[in-house]
């Protein structure tokens, strides 16, 4: 298997960074090698990737406008997973990250605000269309959330993304202190606590990211190991 996934937002601290971290913790413990772009100026996965220590999970960094498709084109086959955690601001590596994925995520925290600017990238991805030879499927993923049943805020964000036709994952991304902990040690949930409620959280996310994929036609411009 070998799949490419953008991770995008137009807004900053949305908590990109940390859905990429909980896949990719997950996604190991099932066996799957990871490539890790960092396109982000602060390089806060490609330092949390290297304070892992983990041999199947490759990070790059400095990636940017003029490199993003090479580096995909060049060293995605070599890897079951290919994730691209992109700035939180619209920019050129953003629409060249999309020429070469089969997916995009979204991740968003509930505020009208985050919510807003989540449908904004929504419509980028949308309308690439016009421009790409590919435009992959995309989905909004909610993150830190309370765990709690569901709110009224939740009900709001959920509403305001259907009313734009924006698809959502079912799971959310729950704000629970394994989850901070692992931009510590480098370790999810399942690898420090098994069977925790973080660990079930992140294991239904990765189970429901990996149908998504599944179901996200193939980037012919990657070439793919037979």
Known sequence: ?????SFAST???VGKT????????ELRRRGQSVLLLDCDPNRHLA????RRRDAGVTVIDEITEA??????????????HTLIDLAGFGNLTMLYAFSVSDGVVIPTQQSFMDIKEAVR?????ADSIGVLKHTPVSSVVIVRTQAAIESRVDR???????????????????ERSLIKEMSYTGHGPGEVNPSSNADHNVRAMTD??????????????VSRAA
């Open 18 to 25: 940390s859905l990429v971290m909980a896949l990719t913790t």
């Open 121 to 125: 990238t929504f419509k980028v991805v």
């Open 208 to 221: 429901e990211f990996l149908g998504f994929l599944a179901a996200a036609p193939e980037n012919p411009m």
């Open 156 to 174: 709001h964000a959920r509403e305001l993304l259907s009313e734009h036709g924006v698809p959502t994952f079912r799971t959310e991304l729950i």
């Open 67 to 80: 490199n993003v498709r090479q580096m995909v084109q060049e060293q995605a086959g070599r890897h079951d």
């Open 1 to 5: 298997m070998t799949r490419i996934t």
């Open 47 to 50: 330092e949390w990737a290297r």
């Open 11 to 13: 807004k900053g601290g």
